[in-house]
């Protein structure tokens, strides 16, 4: 069913408006039903999360019988943004994930941001999938706060996928939609995969399959578990490597993404255009698992080229 | 005057960011003081007071060079790129140079443009930096002092401006240059004024004024000056906000600055297509616009105008 959850009036004729579709038990007796949002679109430019979207709606659709909860789907939380390719909140130009918990007296992006927790409170569990940024791509993985890690790992591990990266704890990130969800006891993941502006059909299908595994495991779907990958998780032990460009050029990787590397393997070429010249080769610094790859060619000196996660512990 | 390249970023197609600096007085000669412009490419009247200055202290310091006590170092602004191209933020990836401090030199590239900055900077007595409001307003020129407890607030008189709106820091503070300069142990102050994207002479006028008097004050410079305001210190608890209730056209009755009395119709918003007259916004309150929503066009709830309250002591 198609609800809509928040709606404000625009300067010039149009409204804004959010909008879920809630599936529930044919059967309505709610008591004691568990409910989880699907939550995506909060960055404008990330698409990816919209076929992860269509197709838990589609398999929802065609399997009324299996569904044992609340399932709400809300594909898109910055909706002027996901419709004009415009990453942050337009006009205002600030990022929508930096605004939360909002508040219904404040300026628009926090008005929607307010009404984002309003309508996912009470949920059991959230999944805010993002879709890196224009520049970088990222193997399919879930960021995790130090500070929830054991609460969140196991049930990350449900959706089985590539990647578990728990990082340590920024203060700026208090104010994203899965910080505040956390607080008010909505287990919250925050899947990261792809690339901004495209959609990896591969990565959508398999995250799709694991969110079903992971509803079917707590109980809010009714389905055979399909078998997934393996998952590698970034603990205390194991470090995170990042690779910075030493230098202004363009970046020609030699490596496709998902891939385990070896110490001193190549993983591309900052190259001058102009001069027909390397100008720097760069190597990994460890074995490990390749899982963030820069995908806009263009680069400043720092820009971010590789993330390598070093001892890969499978699991 | 000594015109140095405080540090240089490379970039593909384009010319090398170039990040300059003006030292006046003699180099590490105490007291210091380092003044920043514009971190946002669209601070057009922080741009124009910081290059003033350049131009004003270089004449003075061609007349007699024992008028300069102390060293100043002027940094115009530390993003040529992005005024280049009308943008407010870093070109490439949009991000806001002034939530990168005190940065990272391994970092991505404006973590590293923040942390070579700070290098430069965060040894003076001093540190003042121009800013443009970073919100949708246009404000009158005030001094903004972060309060971490000391009495910097009270020494902000020295700027001699009608107001220093003193704060606590909160946790987008903490990755801010004005704050990491007083982590730092600089006495550190932002000169705040105008609209985005636009030159208010006048205004500047007063920011350059404030600059030149506070200078004086703390005898890094020897020049005449006039006296000007004690300034009142202001906190979040002196202002009064005052939303739009409704989204159209803003018609906007008064300016910035102005002094207004309780009931004053103070903006009118029209629907946008019909024309009807959707509210009339009323000053709640006597006092002093002192920030105003900078765009015709409004959203519901978007602060109109912020006013400073006039109260009486008892
Ligand atoms: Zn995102």
Not at chain 1, 4 to 31: G, M, Y
Not at chain 1, 246 to 266: C, D, M, R, T, Y
Not at chain 2, 15 to 33: N, Y
Not at chain 2, 254 to 266: A, D, L, M, R
């Amino acid at each position: 069913m198609i609800e809509e959850v928040f709606r404000v009036n625009l300067p010039v004729e149009e409204q804004l408006t959010l909008k879920r579709n809630r599936f529930s038990p044919i059967d309505r007796d709610a008591a004691g039903q568990k409910r989880i949002s699907i939550v995506t679109g909060i960055h404008g430019d990330e698409i990816e999360g919209q076929y992860v979207c269509f197709l838990l709606a589609k398999w929802l659709n065609e399997n009324p019988d299996k569904i044992h909860g609340i399932i709400d789907i809300y594909p898109a939380m910055n909706p002027m943004g996901v419709d004009s390719i415009t990453r942050g909140f337009p006009f205002y130009d600030v990022d929508l994930n930096r605004v939360f918990p909002g508040s219904t007296t404040d300026f628009l992006p926090a008005q929607v941001a307010n009404g984002i927790v309003q309508a996912v409170k009470g949920s059991d569990y959230a999944i805010d999938i993002h879709a890196s940024n224009i520049f970088l791509k990222e193997l399919p993985q879930v960021r995790i706060s130090r500070s929830n890690a054991d609460e969140l790992v196991p049930l990350a591990k449900k959706i089985g996928i590539d990647f578990i990266w728990v990082h340590d704890a920024v203060t700026v990130l208090e104010s994203t939609f899965s910080h505040t969800m956390n607080t008010l006891g909505t287990k919250t993941l925050v899947v990261e995969m792809g690339v901004g502006m495209r959609i990896t059909k591969a990565y959508g299908q398999n995250l799709s399959e694991g969110i079903l595994n992971m509803m079917s495991q707590v109980g809010i779907i009714n389905r055979p578990l399909t078998p997934q990958g393996k998952t590698s998780i970034s603990t205390l032990n194991s470090q995170v490597h990042f690779i910075n460009s030493p230098s202004a050029g363009v970046f020609i990787p030699s490596l496709e993404h998902n891939v385990i590397v070896s110490k001193g393997e190549k993983l591309g070429e900052i190259i001058n255009p102009l001069l027909g010249e390397v100008k720097d080769v760069l190597l990994s610094p460890c074995d490990g698992l390749l899982f963030t790859i820069r995908e806009y060619p263009v680069v400043y000196e720092g820009s971010l080229i590789a993330r390598i996660l070093e001892d890969r512990k499978e699991i | 005057m000594k015109e140095e390249i405080l540090f240089e970023i490379a970039s593909l197609s384009r010319e090398p960011l170039r990040v300059k600096g003006f030292r006046f007085g003699q180099k590490d000669s105490t007291p210091s003081c380092v003044i920043v412009g514009p971190i946002a490419g669209n601070g057009i009247n922080q741009l124009w007071i910081a290059s003033r200055l350049v131009n004003f202290l270089r004449q003075k310091e061609l007349e007699n060079p024992s008028l300069f006590k102390g060293e100043i170092l002027i940094i115009p602004t530390v993003n040529p790129y992005s005024f280049n191209m009308s943008k407010a933020f870093w070109p490439m990836d949009n991000t806001d140079i002034d939530v990168m401090f005190p940065g990272y030199e391994q970092g991505e590239t404006t973590q590293r443009i923040a942390a070579r900055l700070f290098e430069k900077t965060n040894n003076f007595d001093y540190a003042l930096l121009l800013e443009a409001r970073k919100d949708h307003s246009e404000c009158i020129p005030y001094v903004k002092v972060l309060d971490t407890g000391d009495d910097s607030a009270e020494e902000a008189r020295d700027f001699g401006l009608d107001f220093i709106h003193s704060r606590k820091p909160t946790t987008h503070d903490t990755v801010s240059l004005s704050y990491n300069w007083k982590i730092w142990n600089a006495k550190s102050f932002t000169l705040v004024s105008g609209k985005k994207g636009s030159l208010d002479k006048g205004d500047s006028r007063k920011v350059f004024d404030a600059i030149i008097r506070f200078l004086c004050k703390k005898e890094i410079i020897n020049l005449p000056i006039f006296e000007c305001s004690k300034g009142n210190i202001i906190t979040n608890e002196n202002i009064e906000v005052i939303k739009s209730g409704t989204a159209g056209l803003f018609d906007s009755l008064v300016p910035v600055g102005e002094h207004v009395i309780h009931g004053q119709p103070i903006a009118r918003v029209y629907h946008s297509l019909d024309g009807s007259l959707l509210q009339t916004i009323i000053a709640p309150c006597d006092g002093i616009i002192s920030c105003r929503y900078d765009y015709p066009l409004i959203f519901q709830n978007a602060i109109a105008f912020r006013i400073i309250r006039l109260e009486s002591k008892i």
